[in-house]
């Protein structure tokens, strides 16, 4: 990893050429040689139902991308039907929608800020646009950091007004947004330049907009560049000035940013407008203890939950099966429970298990992932409590009952960079490629049903996943948490390695259970 430059790839709108777009891409990469990526700005999908068939051929399978695509939300109306989600997710192999506003981070340390859409007004925002309280809840938390030092990339699917001043050809398009872009690109440091000769030199960003996919005039739709991600410069690198830069065309809108505030503010409904207009009558029907039927009116039909499918065979885990080892478990709920690792990398180190027979995160109901989430945030405050970061693993390959496994890692052992980079490295080392999904991303989203994985949750939310195509090293998790760079326990890579006595075992699973009891949520219900 290192300062190695990133070779990224952009293009405009694509507006449902995908074919033309990975055409061209693999005759760059074909004269060029690999690129890591392609950021995708502006509309993805097109209105028509030949763009709506090509895309199928991606969706089922048929087809891929030639490179990790990552692409923004909506831009209009009639796109919205193909983002399942508005948090982000695998739409395809290869094609990864980023979300409706957020910071994407590669295993590199590359930051992209995101805002999907274009800007209104209008609360609730309809699913392809974005509001001033939509820039704000993205810069806030970033700025209110004092060790924020700017992202690399922002990627909108709009022009931010006033970007053209000081260009040789300036020029101005309707598809430019009237506020809140001001106030995003001064916050997001990465992208404020200085007044040359009037301030001491800040790192300097690049505009660029590029042309629709495909069009007729022929006009420049995909640019290639390298980055080295800012957080890996040295510092006099990151401010040297090129010959061409020029004073921040933003300064001049920033009258026009503090008009775009006072507009947002007139724009916000009363706060009761939150919840229902205390004011308003109730529809016929619609009288106090009464549920209001949505859509139409119709009744709201309620699934039966499902019941999990039997084991073929005998299961280890199933907590029902004579051959589940009792004497290791430490917490049962209703749908879950939590058991000592046999040959753990760590004492306190768990399994947190359906109590039916599911083979995976993915098959899970509803309800078992709620108490399984319930389960991993309570483990989470007994190690926090113990002075301990929180590793969460779960390999779906060659195993058929899901074991999430948690690991507690002391905080002063390492931080959960070095934790993070020690599961990149190793996977590059062993040629897997494990790549970063978007914070708030559902497992679901990504993997279907039976879809061999590898998958990492960290203590900050970050994620890591590896769909298996082939062979995949059985004790890779633990052998990256055992390393010298995390736990520093390598004998204990392989857990039939660390064999303990009944009594031994026994011994721990009282202890832990007595430790863990004031975090014990099913012992309170």
Not at 386 to 392: E, K, L, Q, S
Not at 432 to 458: M, N, R, S, W
Request: hydrophobic share 35%.
């Amino acid at each position: 990893m290192g300062d190695k430059p990133l070779r990224v790839l952009v293009c405009g709108d694509v507006e449902g050429k995908i074919n033309v777009l990975f055409n061209r891409v693999t005759s760059v990469q074909k004269k060029s040689g690999q690129f890591d990526l392609l950021l995708c700005v502006g509309e993805f999908f097109g209105p028509s139902p030949a763009d709506e068939a090509e895309w199928k051929e991606y969706k089922s399978g048929a087809k891929k991308a030639p490179i990790h695509t990552y692409i923004l939300g909506a831009a209009s109306q009639e796109t919205v039907k193909y983002f399942p989600s508005s948090d982000g997710c695998e739409l395809a192999e290869n094609i990864t929608y980023l979300g409706r506003k957020g910071i994407f981070t590669g295993a590199s340390g590359l930051q992209i800020a995101y805002i999907s859409g274009r800007g209104g007004h209008q609360e609730p925002a309809p699913a392809h646009c974005f509001t001033p309280k939509d820039v704000t809840s993205l810069v806030a938390p970033l700025v209110s950091n004092t060790k924020f030092k700017g992202v690399d990339i922002l990627l909108t699917s709009q022009w931010p007004r006033g970007v053209w001043q000081y260009g040789n050809n300036p020029v101005k398009l309707h598809s430019v947004c009237s506020f809140g872009f001001v106030d995003l690109l001064s916050s997001l440091d990465g992208v404020r330049n200085h007044m040359v000769l009037q301030e001491n030199a800040r790192h300097v960003s690049r505009f660029i907009a590029l042309a629709n996919v495909g069009n007729l005039a022929k006009k420049k739709y995909l640019y290639a560049f390298s980055i080295v991600p800012l957080k890996n410069m040295d510092p006099t690198e990151l401010v040297k000035q090129p010959q061409d830069v020029t004073e921040n065309p933003y300064r001049k809108s920033a009258r026009e940013s503090q008009k775009d505030r006072l507009a947002a503010v007139a724009y916000e409904e009363p706060a009761s407008q939150f919840f229902f207009d205390l004011g308003k009558k109730p529809h016929a029907g619609q009288g106090p203890g009464r549920k209001r039927h949505s859509d139409g009116d119709r009744p709201i039909q309620h699934k039966q939950p499902r019941k999990p499918p039997q084991p073929t065979g005998p299961c280890w885990f199933c907590l029902a099966s004579p051959e589940v080892e009792k004497h290791l478990v430490v917490s049962i709920g209703t749908h879950c429970y939590v058991a000592l690792a046999k040959g753990g990398l760590t004492v306190d180190h768990v399994l947190v298990l359906p109590v039916g027979h599911y083979q995976s995160v993915v098959d899970l109901g509803t309800e078992v992932v709620a108490e399984m989430e319930r389960y991993k945030g309570a483990v989470k405050e007994f190690y926090r409590s113990r002075g301990c970061r929180c590793v969460i693993f779960e390999r779906n390959y060659r195993s058929q009952h899901l074991q999430l496994q948690v690991v507690p890692v002391p905080l002063d052992k390492c931080t959960t960079e070095d934790i993070k980079e020690a599961f990149v490295v190793q996977a590059q080392e062993q040629q897997i490629e494990l790549l970063e999904i978007p914070e708030h991303t559902d497992l679901k989203q990504i993997a279907q049903p039976g879809t061999p994985y590898f998958y990492v949750e960290l203590d900050t939310g970050e994620k890591l996943f590896h769909r298996i195509k082939k062979n995949f090293p059985l004790q890779f998790g633990r052998e990256v948490l055992a390393s010298e760079a995390v736990l520093n326990t390598p004998t204990r890579a392989d857990w039939r390695e660390c064999k303990s006595t009944r009594e031994e075992e026994e011994a721990q699973a009282l202890s832990f259970r007595q430790a863990f009891s004031p975090f014990d949520f099913s012992l309170l219900e």
